[in-house]
Nanobody, 114 residues
């Protein structure tokens, strides 16, 4: 089942965006969730993850600026991105932890202008 991320867009450096990703109840209830991103010419990387109980981890590049959260009632995971930088420009995806190839959706494009 593909997971569809939404909420991307064009924003100036220093701005903010909030990404959302809805999953099925079954997936959401049994799995940790993660936000990944892939910048042009680079490999896809994990930027933040959250366990079922709400424990979080962040990549060094986004720690202190991004916040991952989950709403178990809505089966939705969020990524609040503040103080955005041009280097945050990428397609952002959500997936399980560990990721499953069949769950990759189209992602949502985040473009940060300088």
């Amino acid at each position: 089942v593909q997971l569809q991320a939404s909420g991307g867009g064009l924003v100036q450096a220093g701005g903010f965006l909030r990404l959302s990703c809805a999953a099925s109840k079954i997936i959401f209830s049994i799995s940790a969730m993660g936000w990944y991103r892939q910048a042009p010419g680079k490999q896809r990387e994990l930027v933040a993850d959250i366990t079922r109980s709400g424990s979080t981890n962040y990549a060094d590049s986004v720690r202190g600026r991004f916040t991952i959260s989950r709403d178990n009632a809505k089966n939705t995971v969020y990524l609040q991105m503040n103080s955005l930088k041009p280097e945050d420009t990428a397609v952002y995806y959500c997936n399980l932890i560990p990721r499953i190839n069949s769950a990759w959706g189209q992602g949502t494009l985040v473009t940060v202008s300088s």
